[in-house]
C-alpha cells in the first residue's frame, strides 16, 4: 500500500512557500490552497505579515499582534474532498487550526457514519476560547463515534480519558489523539 499525504494550507503566501518545499518530492504529496471546515463557504483569514505562522480566521487583538492584513479564503469540507478524490479511508486525521477542529470534524460526519477515519490527532487550548468550543464538546463528539480520547503527555506517552470532566476544561495547549475504541495503541 502507497500511503499519501494530503495537505491543506488556505493561505496563498504560505501556500506558495509549500510548493517550492515540495516540488521535487514524491507525487503522494498532495498541497492544496484552501482550508477545511464544517461547510462549504468563503471566510477572511487574518495576518500580521505575509506568510505568517500565526495567519488564523481569528483575531488576535488581545495579544497585540495587528492583524491589519487579510485574504479571502475558500473552505471546504472533508466529506467533499474525499469524495472528489476517491479517498475512501483515512489512517491519521491530523488537525491544527486554530481552534476550528470541531468544524473539520464535523464537516468529515459521512467519512465518520462509515467508521472510515482511524486516528485522529487535535489541539485543545486558548483558541478553543475564541472559537467557544470546550472539550466537552470534544468528548462526547468522539464518543458518539466509538472513539477514545488520548491526552498527549509531555514525555510522549498517552493518557487515557476514560470520562469527561469539567477539570478538562483548561484552555493551555494540549495535544490529544483520539482513536477507534477497536484500535490497539
Known amino acids: ?22 516540488k521535487n518530492t514524491d507525487e503522494n504529496i498532495i498541497l492544496n490552497n484552501f482550508a477545511l471546515g464544517a461547510q462549504e463557504q468563503d471566510a477572511t483569514l487574518y495576518y500580521d505579515k505575509q506568510g505568517s505562522s500565526l495567519a488564523s480566521l481569528r483575531r488576535l487583538d488581545h495579544f497585540n499582534i495587528s492583524f491589519e492584513q487579510s485574504q479571502k479564503v475558500h473552505i471546504n469540507t472533508l466529506d467533499t474532498y474525499c469524495k472528489m478524490h476517491n479517498i475512501e479511508h483515512i489512517h491519521l486525521l491530523k488537525l491544527d487550526v486554530e481552534g476550528h477542529e470541531l468544524d473539520v470534524l464535523n464537516g468529515a460526519l459521512e467519512l465518520f457514519a462509515k467508521n472510515a477515519i482511524d486516528i485522529v490527532t487535535f489541539e ?16 462526547y463528539f468522539f464518543k458518539d463515534k466509538n472513539m477514545s480520547i488520548y491526552r498527549i503527555l509531555p514525555n510522549s506517552k498517552l493518557y487515557k480519558i476514560p470520562e469527561y470532566r469539567e477539570f478538562y476544561e483548561q484552555f493551555v ?12 495503541l
Open 1 to 22: 500500500m502507497i500511503a499519501s499525504l494530503h495537505c491543506f494550507e488556505p493561505s496563498i503566501p504560505t501556500f506558495e512557500l509549500l510548493l517550492q518545499r515540495f
Open 124 to 139: 485543545f487550548g486558548g483558541c478553543n476560547i475564541d472559537t467557544k468550543t470546550y472539550f466537552q464538546d470534544f468528548w
Open 173 to 184: 495547549t494540549t495535544n490529544y489523539v483520539a482513536t477507534k475504541d477497536n484500535l490497539r
